[in-house]
């Protein structure tokens, strides 16, 4: 039997953005592709299917085939590239059924690295980079993804470019910030990974910036968890799930508002 991710049901592009007033959930319709859509961290694959949202600066659209979903988010506020860059990100998806919620973690969060990058504004006048050379270096380091369970422990960390499975990619040109995966469905027969989940069916999808925490259990295997090839993600970082505190002392530099956006998707067959 193939190992599933957790998490059944439906993703991808948004057609309609229509608020659910009880939950604050958007409710889009996913757009489907009949042609190859290229995880290469450019907008070319996305022309008119990204919607804007005005309160968080992010753009964000849905797409997916008869085997795979396909998600998208750009922006160009430098705070948002900052913070999932320092951060990270988790993208959840949560079944309509009896399928189990997991999290998609990429970029991954690292404390040393964060604490290692200097502030621009700490830098003297002659050393300050063009920021897209500054991001472009922070983005080097991400070459995995990490698969968590509903609690945030992680199940998988996997290269973030296979071709029959996960793929991920981001990059950051003329300041704008390009987040691309694709994440295979239950209808891919061929994916050792997949979401519990089908064309013509409805998902629910976060976006959520990673909350710093120091005493993290993330890194530590929980009861019952299966930890795939025994590599386990960074420990520290956290999906923004739960309230956590941020650490005393250096001001990393940026708006610490977590980015948090849902969705319920109806993925088109």
């Given amino acids: ?72 988010i750009t922006t160009n506020d430098r705070a948002n590239i900052m913070k999932i860059l320092r951060l990270g990100l988790t993208i959840w998806f949560e079944p309509k059924g009896d399928g189990k919620t997991i999290g998609i973690k990429y970029p991954l969060f690292d404390m040393e690295r964060m604490r290692n990058v200097p502030l621009r504004n700490e830098l003297p006048d002659n050393e300050r980079e063009n920021p897209d050379e500054r991001f472009k270096k922070m983005i080097l380091s991400q070459n995995e993804i990490s698969i968590v369970n509903e609690d945030d422990y992680p199940l998988f960390l996997v290269s973030n470019n296979d071709e029959k499975n996960i793929q991920a990619k981001i990059d950051v040109s003329k300041e704008t910030f390009v987040y691309e995966i694709k994440i295979p469905l239950s209808t891919n027969k061929q994916a050792k990974y997949f979401i519990e989940s089908a064309p013509s069916e409805k998902i629910k999808i976060g976006i959520v910036t990673n909350e710093l925490k120091l005493d993290s259990p993330i890194g530590r295997p929980g009861k019952g968890m299966n930890r795939g090839d025994g590599k386990q993600p960074s420990q520290g970082e956290s999906s923004g799930r739960r309230p956590q505190g941020m650490p005393e002392g250096r001001n990393f530099g940026m708006n610490t508002d977590p980015i948090k956006l849902w969705y319920e998707v109806k993925l088109t067959d």
């Fill in 1 to 72: 039997m193939k190992p599933y991710l957790t998490y059944a049901s439906t993703t991808l592009i948004a057609l309609l953005f229509t608020l659910n007033s009880c939950s604050g959930v958007k409710e889009v319709q996913s757009y489907f592709n009949s042609n190859s859509i290229v995880i290469d961290g450019l907008k070319n694959d996305w022309e008119g299917k990204l919607n804007f949202d005005s309160k968080s600066k992010l753009a964000v659209g849905f797409q997916n085939d008869k085997e795979n979903i396909f998600l998208c």
